[in-house]
């Protein structure tokens, strides 16, 4: 069992950053792949970024590469989703993830769901 939940979202002007971190609870973290989704209203929830147990390899959607970078820390069991030049078309809850499997990019790949965390980017 995992819990997840989401801390360091809020309001910020375009070109901006910020970085969440998604802290677990339980012994197995470093067991799992851990991965950053999106929602904005009145759309499907969507893949933003995901990493390995180890933290080896990573996956990005094409909307965020080369401005989000995903890490994690297994010793403090957290992930971390570092997000610049933000845009307003960023704006959504960002939730995390964990998984089993290989950094997955599918939101049925994944066991377990934080609450989310507000992200809103003004133009």
């Known amino acids: 069992q995992v819990q997840l939940v989401e801390s360091g979202g809020g309001l910020v002007q375009a070109g901006g950053s910020l970085r969440l971190s998604c802290a677990a609870s339980?012994?197995?973290?470093?067991?799992?792949?851990m991965g950053w989704f999106r929602q904005a209203p009145g759309k499907e929830r969507e893949f933003v970024a995901a990493?390995?147990?180890?933290?080896?390899?990573?996956d990005y959607a094409d909307s965020v590469m080369g401005r989000f970078t995903i890490s994690r820390d297994n010793a403090k069991k957290t992930v971390y989703l570092q997000m610049n030049s933000l845009k307003p078309e960023d704006t959504a809850v960002y939730y995390c993830?964990?998984?089993?499997?290989?950094?997955?990019?599918?939101?049925?790949?994944?066991?377990?769901w934080g609450q989310g965390t507000q992200v809103t980017v003004s133009s």
């Open positions: 339980g012994r197995t973290f470093s067991r799992y792949a």
């Open positions: 990493i390995s147990w180890s933290g080896g390899s990573t």
């Open positions: 993830a964990a998984s089993s499997d290989h950094i997955p990019t599918t939101t049925g790949e994944y066991d377990y």
